[in-house]
C-alpha cells in the first residue's frame, strides 16, 4: 500500500503523528511485517487542478509516481515559478487531464512527483502519443527541459487508488494492484518509460 496524507505544517504533523499509531494498529492484519516500512515527512508543492469535489467518501482515482533527476537545486525554484504563474497553470490545467500533483524533493538532484487522475480513462488520455507530444512540447516551452538532467526512472502506477478530499486537502491509499496489466502494457506501448 501507498499512501499519503497532506498537512499545513510540520507542526500539525508532530501532533498527529501519537495518533497515528491507533490507526495503523487497526490495519495490522493487512501489513507485511517482513518488509519494513517506508516513511517519511516532506515539504512539498501541490498543484489542485481542480477536477476532484471534496466529499465525505473516498472517491475512486488512479495515481502515478515516478521521480526525474534534476540539475543540482533546480527543480524546486522552477517548481514554485510554475505555481505563480497563472498562464502555465492554466497550460496544464486544458487538456492533460491531471486533477491533482503533488511534487517533494527526496534530494537537491531530484524532484518525486504524485500524479492523481480522477479514472483509469483520465489517466489512459495523459498517457496518449497525441498528450505526450503535447506536454513535451509545454515542457520544452516552460523550461523544464533546462532543470532535467535525465530520463524519470521508478515510475508506479496505482489504478485502483482512492482519495478523500476534504478543503484541498487530499488522502490517497493506493493498493499495489497490475489488475489491468493489458491495458498498462498498451499505454506504455512505444515509449522509452519503464513499464509498470
Same mark, same amino acid.
Given at each position: 500500500?501507498?499512501?499519503?496524507?497532506?498537512?499545513?505544517?510540520?507542526?500539525?504533523?508532530?501532533?498527529?503523528?501519537?495518533?497515528? *499509531?491507533?490507526? +495503523?494498529?487497526?490495519?495490522?492484519?493487512?501489513?507485511?511485517?517482513?518488509?519494513?516500512?517506508?516513511?517519511?515527512?516532506?515539504?512539498?508543492?501541490?498543484?489542485?487542478?481542480?477536477?476532484?469535489?471534496?466529499?465525505?467518501?473516498?472517491?475512486?482515482?488512479?495515481? /502515478?509516481?515516478?521521480?526525474?533527476? =534534476?540539475?543540482?537545486?533546480?527543480?524546486?525554484? +522552477?517548481?514554485?515559478?510554475?505555481?505563480? !504563474?497563472?498562464?502555465?497553470?492554466?497550460?496544464?490545467? !486544458? $487538456?492533460?487531464?491531471?486533477?491533482?500533483?503533488?511534487?517533494? +524533493?527526496?534530494?537537491? *538532484?531530484?524532484?518525486?512527483?504524485?500524479?492523481?487522475?480522477?479514472?483509469?480513462? /483520465?489517466?489512459?488520455?495523459?498517457?496518449?502519443? /497525441?498528450?505526450?507530444?503535447?506536454?513535451?512540447?509545454?515542457?520544452? !516551452?516552460?523550461?523544464?527541459?533546462?532543470?532535467?538532467?535525465?530520463?524519470?526512472?521508478?515510475? =508506479?502506477?496505482?489504478?485502483?487508488?482512492?482519495?478523500?478530499?476534504?478543503?484541498?486537502?487530499?488522502?490517497?491509499?493506493?493498493?499495489? *494492484?497490475? *489488475?489491468?496489466?493489458?491495458?498498462?502494457?498498451?499505454?506504455?506501448? $512505444?515509449?522509452?518509460?519503464?513499464? =509498470?
Amino acid at each position: 500500500m501507498c499512501g499519503f496524507n497532506v498537512w499545513p505544517d510540520v507542526e500539525t504533523v508532530q501532533k498527529l503523528m501519537p495518533k497515528a *499509531s491507533q490507526v +495503523y494498529a487497526q490495519l495490522a492484519d493487512h501489513y507485511d511485517l517482513s518488509v519494513e516500512p517506508q516513511r517519511a515527512i516532506a515539504e512539498a508543492d501541490i498543484i489542485d487542478f481542480g477536477l476532484l469535489q471534496p466529499s465525505d467518501k473516498y472517491q475512486p482515482a488512479v495515481l /502515478a509516481l515516478g521521480e526525474f533527476p =534534476t540539475k543540482p537545486g533546480a527543480a524546486k525554484p +522552477y517548481i514554485r515559478k510554475f505555481m505563480a !504563474d497563472k498562464e502555465m497553470h492554466k497550460q496544464m490545467q !486544458d $487538456g492533460f487531464g491531471i486533477a491533482y500533483e503533488m511534487v517533494t +524533493y527526496p534530494t537537491e *538532484s531530484s524532484m518525486l512527483f504524485r500524479l492523481v487522475f480522477k479514472d483509469f480513462d /483520465a489517466y489512459a488520455h495523459f498517457r496518449s502519443a /497525441a498528450v505526450q507530444e503535447k506536454m513535451a512540447a509545454f515542457w520544452a !516551452d516552460t523550461g523544464f527541459m533546462e532543470i532535467i538532467a535525465g530520463a524519470p526512472f521508478g515510475r =508506479t502506477v496505482f489504478p485502483d487508488a482512492h482519495v478523500l478530499v476534504k478543503c484541498g486537502i487530499s488522502l490517497v491509499l493506493g493498493p499495489v *494492484s497490475h *489488475s489491468r496489466p493489458q491495458d498498462l502494457a498498451s499505454i506504455d506501448e $512505444g515509449t522509452n518509460r519503464q513499464k =509498470t
